[in-house]
């Protein structure tokens, strides 16, 4: 064998691979990763699936929840089907239309405060829970800074940190050996 098949059987010998293992440590291994990113993904749409697993207690609550959901799409398929019936039948969709431009404007208004109240209560309600909640963390700013500033006085690198205050028995028990009955024993023992 000469010297070219001894560096591959070096690299390459003994049902391992010197090169794909060196480079497995700088380049991530691709099937791998996939299976992570499964995994993650995996995890992302059970915790989504959760958040809409709610138990309903009857076909009445079911029902409601249907019909809560019916007005957005109803209006978007509604006013796409007018545009599909325009081009379709235009002397129909006419005939239509000058029924519509008969309704008295009260009419037009209160069908602006109907959807208005509809879109409007709840996007009011989603502001009012957002205001709600930055109020409740505001209300709490005060308390979280005396809290760091209490925790930023401990550091040990603060000044004054090990300062033991006022009290001189303090400060002189500080600086005065604990009694250690052990080392005490210990000691003694030595000296006998």
Not at 81 to 90: E, Q, S, T
Request: a negative charge.
């Amino acid at each position: 064998m000469g010297l070219i098949g001894q560096v591959f059987g070096v690299l390459f010998g003994s049902g391992r691979n010197v090169v794909r293992e060196t480079a497995g440590i700088f380049v991530e291994n691709a099937e791998a990763g996939a299976v992570r990113a499964s995994v993650v993904q995996g995890q992302a749409m059970t915790q989504f699936g959760a958040e809409f697993d709610v138990p309903r207690q009857g076909w009445f609550d079911r029902f409601m929840d249907g019909l809560n959901r019916l007005p957005r799409p109803a209006l978007a398929l509604g006013t796409l089907g007018l545009f599909v019936v325009a081009m379709v039948d235009p002397l129909w969709f006419a005939a239509r239309m000058q029924g519509i431009a008969l309704v008295p404007d009260p009419l037009w208004w209160l069908l602006g405060v109907i959807v208005s109240f509809y879109f409007g209560a709840r996007h009011q309600l989603k502001s009012q829970d957002f205001q709600r909640d930055i109020a409740a963390t505001m209300a709490r700013a005060p308390q979280a800074m005396a809290n760091i500033a209490a925790l930023e006085k401990m550091r040990a690198d603060s000044p004054g940190a090990a300062d033991p205050g006022a009290d001189a028995q303090l400060t002189v028990a500080a600086v005065r050996p604990e009694e250690n009955p052990a080392l005490e024993d210990w000691k003694q023992l030595r000296a006998a």
